[in-house]
């Protein structure tokens, strides 16, 4: 009885040692999201697990509201600084509403990073965007003059003409034109991001520039509807729509052809840079300020800005290859 | 089993069915007490992280703002009528707040103003259901989008921030150790709603209207005043609410507190409130904010997802409205004088 009894307790006391022990090796990272049941963030949610596995010391808590509300969030930060979580990466439903129950979790010690959806600067720690305007704007004419080895006329369909990330992002294509030859900008129009109005612009764009080679629409309303357009005028394969679109509304074009690629960023690729760059802030071996490039595992580094912002990556393209095995995803 | 004796008691005076401990040990409130503690146990059973009281406190927040509103809407259900615009209210009262403090108004003023879109909404829809004589739910559908739609044209896509540092104390500052501003304001009110309610004759005249409004009116109570009063109130707690919650966030954008009106009438429901008038009591909806803030920051603390929190407090409502029904059915013949 007495051998049985020090047996057990025995036991217990190690299993608990044990549990102990890998309670506080391992970190624990939450990923807040929007909401869940998006598959955007379903995707950057594999990419965190993959982030997890490579570091192997790592629990992933995947979590967020059942509707995309500041209020919502705040309770989902709260339970999360209730359970002592090491760091917290989030995509902001509310860029200030967050600040001050964030702030809270960085007195208590956790550390905290956006991506995707930033939070003002005195709510996190870093702010990590997909991509840049620079990337976007350079990726937009490299897609376009990829598949136009001697040049050609190329036209622009944006959203709003008020549009403030399309216009500079439109800026920047122009900036990087001297570096296409032959890629020759016609003329902008606008399709307010509304797909009748797009869809006329862009046959409007056809019939006024009989050489165009390749549309650009840095829109996802824009580029379908110009891809349903020159599939609809029997120019499949003459002219090429490219730009920044989803890879489940683009699948189709890409098959019929009339788009050869795409770009958007890559929501696997975010959450698993968002993880790394978070299991660095936890370990100590890198800080978040100005100016410091934080490593974040096969995406590479970043730097960060004046307001300790940075930009993961080129937008992520998608072709033929790719493309349906995102469209399953967002 | 008596037939003969129970007849000769008047049919309609159920109380007296009862003995006074009887009625405690059957009472709706007993029963979500013993919900409650059953919640609590299970969270301190299921999370290390539970029984902590700065966690506590921070858990309050989950339902001091929501629980505000429920108290006042519960006067209003219980006189046969409902308020869906109470989150609206918030929001425009937080958004007209914002616009003031972006032309330099100081905390008390923000307070005032509101309080005061609170009372001035509540008036609004208090004179179209009483002086009118217009359905509330009709009503304050209607003001439900206008008041957030005010604040839609006010704001757009943007938002205000940048209130004064002083103003962060009424939703993010504590009266003592870990009790909150909010937490007192919780319970300050609950304590108003339940003394009116149950201690006055103002509170006689809720009950009496809702369970037959004509009676009520024809016994001489002024049931437009009442009603419009209570409206009036509702408005008034939004406004509060709508102080608690900017202070909290620090700042307000048109979609503050989307879909807070719901919450707030299950607050009520679950309660103890009956969606059809006559009763209820305020004891029960403070149960049932307790309630529901346990179970959410509970599952916050397994990280179970928010949906499935859904599913638990509806299945908590129906199981708890069903529960008393189901054990009449049981037990019919059981009662006795």
Redesign the interface.
């Known amino acids: 009885m007495g051998i049985l009894k020090k047996v057990l307790v025995l036991a217990a006391v190690s299993t608990a040692l044990v549990a102990n022990v890998a309670h506080a090796e391992n970190k624990k990272i939450a990923l807040v999201v929007k909401a869940?049941?998006i598959g955007f963030f379903d995707a950057a949610n594999k990419g965190a697990q993959e982030a997890a596995k490579e570091l192997g010391d790592v629990d992933i808590?995947y979590?967020?509201?059942?509707?995309t509300?500041?209020?919502?969030q705040?309770?989902?930060i709260?339970?999360?600084?209730?359970?002592?979580v090491d760091a917290i990466a989030i995509s902001a439903n509310?860029?200030?509403?967050l600040?001050?129950a964030l702030k809270k979790a960085m007195e208590r010690g956790i550390k905290v990073i956006s991506w995707d959806s930033g939070v003002?600067p005195e709510g996190r720690m870093m702010h990590l965007n997909p991509s840049s305007n620079a990337l976007i704007g350079n990726m937009c004419v490299k897609m376009a003059a990829d598949n136009l080895p001697d040049g050609g006329d190329v036209a622009i369909l944006s959203a709003a003409a008020t549009a403030t990330n399309q216009n500079t992002w439109i800026e920047e294509m122009k900036k990087v034109l001297p570096n296409y030859k032959g890629i020759n900008i016609v003329t902008t129009v606008y399709g307010d991001d509304k797909t009748d109005k797009s869809y006329t612009e862009a046959q409007g764009l056809m019939k006024a520039y009989p050489n165009l080679k390749a549309i650009i629409a840095p829109t996802s309303v824009g580029i379908v509807a110009a891809a349903q357009a020159v599939e609809d005028a029997g120019m499949t394969g003459k002219i090429n729509v490219t730009g920044l679109g989803l890879p489940s509304e683009m699948a189709g074009h890409v098959k019929a052809g009339s788009s050869k690629s795409f770009a958007i960023w890559n929501p696997i690729d975010l959450g698993y840079a968002a993880t790394m760059i978070s299991y660095n802030l936890v370990t100590g071996k890198e800080e978040a300020k100005p100016g410091a490039e934080l490593s974040m595992g096969r995406m590479g580094k970043v730097k960060l800005d004046d307001n300790s912002e940075g930009a993961m990556a080129d937008p992520f393209v998608y072709d033929a290859s790719n493309v349906e095995e995102f469209a399953k995803i967002f | 089993m008596m037939p003969v004796e129970k007849s000769s008691e008047p049919r309609f005076v159920r109380d007296r069915l009862q003995g006074r401990s009887e009625r405690i040990v059957k009472s709706w409130e007993s029963l979500l007490l013993l919900v409650a503690v059953v919640i609590f146990l299970v969270n301190v059973w299921s999370?290390p992280?539970?029984l902590?009281p700065w966690?506590l406190s921070?858990?309050t927040?989950?339902f001091t703002e929501k629980g505000l509103i429920a108290f006042a809407l519960a006067l209003v259900i219980i006189s046969g009528e409902i308020d869906l615009s109470v989150a609206s209210i918030l929001a425009l009262a937080s958004t007209l707040m914002g616009l003031a403090m972006t032309h330099g108004a100081g905390v008390p003023e923000l307070v005032l103003i509101g309080l005061g879109t609170g009372l001035v909404c509540g008036a609004i829809n208090g004179l179209l259901v009483s002086r009118l004589g217009l359905p509330s739910i009709v009503v304050t559908i209607g003001t439900m989008s206008l008041f957030r739609g005010i604040s839609y044209i006010i704001l757009g896509d943007k938002?205000f921030?940048g209130y004064p540092a002083d103003f962060?104390w009424f939703?993010?500052g504590y009266v003592f150790w870990v009790f909150s501003v909010e937490l007192v304001l919780f319970v300050l009110v609950a304590v108003f709603f339940a003394v009116l309610l149950h201690m006055t004759s103002f509170g006689r005249m809720i009950y009496a209207i809702g369970n037959n409004p004509v009676a009520a009116q024809f016994s001489g109570v002024r049931v437009e005043r009442v009603k419009f009063i209570l409206f009036l109130l509702s408005g008034l707690m939004s406004g509060l609410a709508a102080v608690c919650?900017t202070s909290?966030?620090?700042?307000t954008?048109p979609?503050?507190?989307?879909?807070w009106e719901l919450e707030a009438v299950t607050m009520a429901v679950l309660g103890g409130i009956n969606i059809l008038g006559g009763s209820g009591r305020i004891g029960g909806v403070v149960l049932a904010a307790l309630i529901m803030g346990m179970v959410?920051?509970g599952f916050?603390?397994l990280?179970v997802?928010?949906?499935v929190?859904?599913i638990f407090v509806g299945l908590l409502l129906i199981l708890v409205i069903a529960i008393p029904k189901v054990l009449n059915r049981l037990a019919p013949a059981k009662k006795r004088g």
């Open positions: 869940l049941g808590i979590t967020g509201p059942t509707d509300t500041a209020e919502g705040i309770e989902v709260n339970s999360l600084v209730a359970q002592k509310d860029k200030d509403a600040v001050p003002a | 999370s992280y539970f902590d966690n921070d858990a927040f989950n938002a921030t962060a939703g993010q919650l909290r966030l620090g700042s954008r979609s503050i507190a989307t879909g959410t920051f916050g603390l990280n997802p928010g949906i929190m859904s």
